[in-house]
T-cell receptor, first 114, second 110 residues
Framework: ETGVTQTPRHLVMGMTNKKSLKCEQHLGHNAMYWYKQSAKKPLELMFVYSLEERVENNSVPSRFSPECPNSSHLFLHLHTLQPEDSALYLC?????????????FGEGSRLTVL | QKEVEQNSGPLSVPEGAIASLNCTYSDRGSQSFFWYRQYSGKSPELIMSIYSNGDKEDGRFTAQLNKASQYVSLLIRDSQPSDSATYLCAVLGSASKIIFGSGTRLSIRP
């Protein structure tokens, strides 16, 4: 495996379900990110982890809960989501410990909330 | 005013011509600027970074930055059908936050 891998690629869940998105990077990077991409809207930064510490929580509702057990893995735990949370969720990583714009993205997890 | 603004397009350019994509930003303290390409159904891919005023060339791509006017542009020479994609401008602002524009959809017609 190379690059940034996300699973699952597609997820359909009801509003009362609990699910998790997983991201794994094989690039030796120190920072990992969760972005939300909705149609016709800019990429929205959700969370940033640098050296396994959360350094950014961009006013994201508590129904989204990130977890970064080590510098190679990042999770996004989902519970009691709303239909408007349906979007493409992108994981990214970067080399620098601080925030940088040189991001490497995974292929994304397409989430549909019914 | 949007923090990073791009024309959504679609921008239609004939094959072999120069495609010009523009982006303006509002944070005067921004220091780093990036262009990402996103094919339909795929994730964004970094294609250019630029940090100082002027031009930066990489193959058929040239990024141009003008901090005084707060704009950054991407030129694609000898456009190919494979260049058809959405191009995202991203700016690393003074608060160390990466802000993306909504993207410009580029279509190269044969």
């Amino acid at each position: 495996e190379t690059g940034v891998t996300q699973t699952p690629r597609h997820l359909v869940m009801g509003m009362t379900n609990k699910k998790s998105l997983k991201c794994e990077q094989h690039l030796g990077h120190n920072a990992m990110y969760w972005y939300k991409q909705s149609a016709k809207k800019p990429l929205e930064l959700m969370f940033v982890y640098s050296l396994e510490e959360r350094v950014e929580n961009n006013s994201v509702p508590s129904r989204f809960s990130p977890e970064c057990p080590n510098s190679s893995h990042l999770f996004l735990h989902l519970h009691t989501l709303q239909p408007e949370d349906s979007a493409l969720y992108l994981c990214a990583s970067s080399l620098a410990g601080g925030v940088t714009g040189e991001l490497f993205f995974g292929e994304g997890s397409r989430l549909t909330v019914l | 005013q949007k923090e990073v603004e791009q024309n959504s397009g679609p921008l239609s350019v004939p094959e072999g011509a120069i495609a010009s994509l523009n982006c303006t930003y509002s944070d005067r303290g921004s220091q780093s600027f990036f262009w990402y390409r996103q094919y339909s159904g795929k994730s964004p891919e970094l294609i250019m970074s630029i940090y100082s005023n002027g031009d930066k060339e990489d193959g058929r791509f040239t990024a141009q930055l003008n901090k005084a006017s707060q704009y950054v542009s991407l030129l694609i020479r000898d456009s190919q059908p494979s260049d058809s994609a959405t191009y995202l401008c991203a700016v690393l602002g003074s608060a160390s936050k990466i802000i993306f524009g909504s993207g410009t959809r580029l279509s190269i017609r044969p």
